[in-house]
């Protein structure tokens, strides 16, 4: 289902400046390193649909639909332009140029990108808004907690950290 | 290209200052999220809610008129109650928080000159559970019409300065207000400081009462 393009970068894991072979055809802005310790990536073309969850051990470019969740705790998310997630997401580092409407966990990293189009809430302990993009949701920012259990559950809640009068 | 501008703040260095030591700071911006905003304070521990408030304002609510068709007198006060009815149902739904959501700081913006009365007194009647007794606020009153300063968009850029861009909401109204008339609204805040800006807004700072 998934047009699995394996990094040609695979037998030089030192080579980080090297982007992986789904990220070419996209645009300057910043973005995930290139391929996580798997040194896999894969892409979910733009006429794919997919209902149901998905994980795995390498990255994911998702260009197409998915309902369901995304789970790559170790691995790096992007939803391309084109991309649709009505889904909740949870990956290492994301980056978000397209559509995802649904709780989103960047154990690592978010990135926002102007072209984004999000209905959800985000918790990161980084987050990067790329200027021009406009954001509606909440924000939950730990810098402290880098890699650590960042987890959408707290908005649906509240949280213990949450001020009380 | 959108142009950003960078505007001096008078008030926002104070209010940012009283907040600093919250240890997780709890952010209402009433607008949308922007990057500049979301950079300031984006390495300290933080949650910001950014409720997209000109969103709910493009179609105000409206009630059906049946009055000449049945033939019934209808009190105005009654016709201004379920007005304000509906514009409490409206934010209900933008500020929809856990309950014990409380703010640290509240970002208006300029978001009072797009309500009528009714709308402003609802919405701060439905923000009013959200705030605690050290809440802080930061607003933008335009007290005369003025095309210029309307359908803006607002970021902090710094301690002291503000990003401002052309917004998205060309289409919504404004009403100008005297600042005494804005703070009679405003249910749980009081304006503490007031500058007059060059561009004839009036920048105020805000407390609990």
């Known amino acids: 289902m998934f047009d699995r393009n394996k990094d040609k970068q695979q037998d030089k894991p030192e080579s980080s400046s090297a982007a992986p072979a789904v990220e070419s055809s996209y645009s300057s802005a910043p973005r995930p390193s290139a391929a996580g310790s798997s040194g896999k990536s894969a892409t979910l073309g733009a006429t794919i649909k997919v209902k149901g969850d998905i994980s795995g051990d390498e990255n994911l470019l998702i260009e197409g639909q998915v309902e369901g969740t995304v789970n790559l705790a170790s691995h790096e998310l992007t939803v ?84 009380t009068s | 290209m959108t142009v950003t501008e960078t505007l001096p703040s008078r008030l926002m260095p104070d209010i940012l200052q009283k907040i600093a030591g919250e240890s997780t700071l709890m952010v209402l911006d009433v607008g949308f999220g922007v990057h500049e905003t979301v950079a300031h304070f984006g390495n300290r521990r933080c949650k910001l809610h950014f409720c997209g408030l000109p969103d709910a304002l493009q179609s105000p609510p ?28 409206r934010f209900r739904s933008v500020l929809d928080f856990p309950e014990d959501t409380r703010f640290d700081l509240c970002l208006f913006w300029d978001s009072f000159n797009y309500m009528d009365d009714l709308a402003l007194k609802a919405f701060f009647e439905v923000l009013h559970p959200y705030i605690r007794k050290e809440t802080l606020g930061h607003g933008l009153i335009q007290l005369k019409d003025d095309n210029q300063v309307m359908n803006r968009e607002y970021g902090i850029q710094a301690q002291d300065q503000l990003a401002m861009r052309p917004g998205h909401h060309g289409s919504l109204a404004s009403w100008p207000r005297p600042q005494a008339r804005v703070a009679s609204m405003l249910k749980g805040f009081a304006i503490s400081h007031g500058v007059l800006r060059r561009d004839g807004l009036l920048e105020v700072s805000l407390k609990t009462e």
């Open chain 2, 62 to 89: 409206t009630l059906a008129p049946p009055a000449q068709k049945t033939g019934k007198l209808i009190d105005e006060s009654i016709r201004q109650e379920n007005l304000l009815t509906a514009w409490r149902d």
């Open chain 1, 80 to 163: 391309g332009k084109s991309g649709k997630v009505h889904a909740d997401v949870t990956a290492k580092v994301i980056r978000i140029d397209g559509e995802v409407h649904g709780d989103i966990a960047g154990k690592e990293k978010v990135f926002v990108s102007s072209t984004s189009n999000i209905k959800g809430n985000i918790v990161t302990p980084k987050m990067t808004l790329e200027e021009g993009a406009r954001f509606k949701g909440t924000i939950d920012i730990d810098p402290g907690h880098a890699n650590g259990n960042s987890s959408v559950t707290s908005f649906k809640s509240g949280t213990p950290t949450d001020k």
